[in-house]
């Protein structure tokens, strides 16, 4: 009988699995879901056990992944009403990593643990105000460029004393490009203006956890009136909400109840509201009424300035400019695996005792350089580099001196070699089929340029903008 139901926990687990996969992607998933093993279940108690290897991965899985995977097995299994993560019993412990201040990596650059500020509950059931900011998450810590700071401008607005002039704001990214942090951080700054403040901060699937449980014991009401008490309400991930039309309908009501009493929501969500599908109409009128401020993908520059605020975290370990400019050149997807893989190299450089080097990036972050690399070609660059100096195409090839065209071809073999993974000889053959030597040449005289002329820098920045977009 134990047998059987070890079989059919673990089939659950392979579909829940496989529906993660697909909705966090194949890096995340491989990394922090795919270890975990199913433990025990406890009928008395309806409770599921996880387990993972170390109490590294356990903390960082429940701090991010608890709701998303209790709900997933309440659905897939009724009797399951509680779902712990913790280290596998039979699993030797590591050692913590530390990065000189005390703290641990994590995947996406932010701490393992979420601790909990304006701690206290409101009532002895549901909702409560122990809100679960990121204490690493503030508004000092957010890096804007040009892709985010219309978001970032319009988060602090919303958690300033005055009365913002919209509200809701919702806030559209992309996975890993720093919407959630802009909600931890309205939600310190608010609260450092206002200590007695009421926040709550949740995903979507966190609010329809709840929902459920208060319909399941009879306590909508009281589910209601703690909600509505809040003067700040932080929801996350909103399209995980769509579909559910009860949990819809309550939402709907909440947000007209906190807006009629000027109160402040944030709503973030990986689409514009537009394109959220299944929604009521009515709930996608109230989620655009207000700002929707959308964040772009980081550009090279945000990704590097983004690296280079990080790395006082390491000190006194040294990481190389030119590892900080290979990782924004090539870790393009968004900011999480950025930070992520700068926070794995270093550990690694610190476990083993080497030096950080352009060698060791490119053999320990070889999943996340293959998910992140676009297959940039010779052909794309010179057709590229052609448009932009408005040259003929043949001049890749030709034979002419010019300044109007070797300087052009030039650049162009420069970014063939910084954007491909193509040998010296192999790029001179693409350009008519010159020597190696001319192609050393052209690197190192561009690289030199950048340095000295900065019209020069600006051609080349501008150039990788459109080649790595």
């Known amino acids: ?138 508004f000092a810590a957010f890096v804007t460029g040009e892709a985010n700071v219309l978001a970032c401008n319009a988060a602090q607005r919303m958690a300033a004393t005055e009365q913002p002039q919209f509200s809701p704001l919702y806030l559209k990214a992309a996975t890993g490009q720093g919407k959630t942090h802009l909600l931890h951080a309205i939600g310190h700054s608010y609260l450092g203006a206002h200590p007695r403040a009421r926040i709550f901060y949740c995903s979507a699937e966190r609010f329809m956890v709840e929902f459920v449980q208060a319909l399941k ?35 709907l009501y909440t947000i007209d109840a906190l807006l009629a009493e000027g109160k402040r929501l944030v709503f973030a969500a990986d689409r514009a509201p537009q394109a959220l599908d299944g929604v009521e ?65 270093i550990a690694y450089a610190q476990l083993t005792g080497q030096t950080v080097s352009l060698q060791l990036a490119e053999e320990q972050l070889t999943d996340i350089l293959s998910a992140n690399r676009r297959r940039i070609t010779i052909d794309e660059i010179q057709r590229t580099v052609c448009q932009f100096y408005r040259i003929d195409r043949s001049e890749m090839a030709s034979k002419r ?32 089929g010159r020597d190696h030597s001319t192609v050393i040449h052209a690197v190192r005289l561009i690289e030199d340029l950048r340095q000295r002329d900065a019209d020069m820098d600006g051609d080349v920045r501008s150039l990788l903008r459109q080649l790595e977009s």
């Open 401 to 432: 001196r010019a300044r109007a065209v070797v300087r052009p071809r030039q650049v162009a073999m420069y970014l063939s070699k910084v954007l491909t993974p193509r040998s010296y000889p192999e790029i001179g053959r693409k350009f008519g």
């Open 1 to 138: 009988m134990e047998d059987l139901e070890a079989v059919n926990l673990a089939a659950d687990w392979a579909d829940i699995s496989q529906g993660l996969r697909k909705d966090l992607g194949h890096q995340l998933h491989s990394q922090w879901i795919k270890p975990i093993q199913v433990g025990g279940f406890t009928d008395d108690t309806g409770t599921l056990e996880l387990y993972l290897p170390t109490d590294f991965s356990a903390n960082w899985v429940k701090d991010r992944f608890h709701d998303r995977l209790s709900l997933a097995w309440k659905i897939a299994r009724s009797e399951v009403r509680n779902v712990e993560i913790k280290v596998h019993p039979g699993r030797r412990k590591l050692p913590e990593l530390s990065f000189g201040d005390g703290r641990r990596p994590a995947n996406d650059g932010h701490d393992a643990s979420m601790i909990a500020v304006a701690a206290g509950t409101i009532g002895d059931r549901g909702f409560t105000s122990s809100i679960g900011l990121d204490p690493s998450l503030t």
């Open 217 to 251: 014991s009879n306590q909508t009401i009281e589910f209601k009136a703690r909600l509505r008490s809040f003067d700040l309400l932080l929801v996350d991930d909103i399209q995980f909400i769509i579909g559910k039309a009860s949990a819809q309908e309550e939402l």
């Open 281 to 345: 109409p009515r709930l996608l009128s109230r989620l655009s009424m207000g700002l929707v401020a959308d964040i772009q993908a980081a550009d090279i520059e945000l990704r590097r300035t983004i690296l280079e605020s990080k790395l006082t975290r390491f000190a006194p370990l040294e990481v190389p400019a030119d590892v900080v400019d290979f990782l924004a050149r090539t870790i393009t997807r968004n900011i999480r695996e950025l930070v992520g893989g700068l926070n794995k190299l």
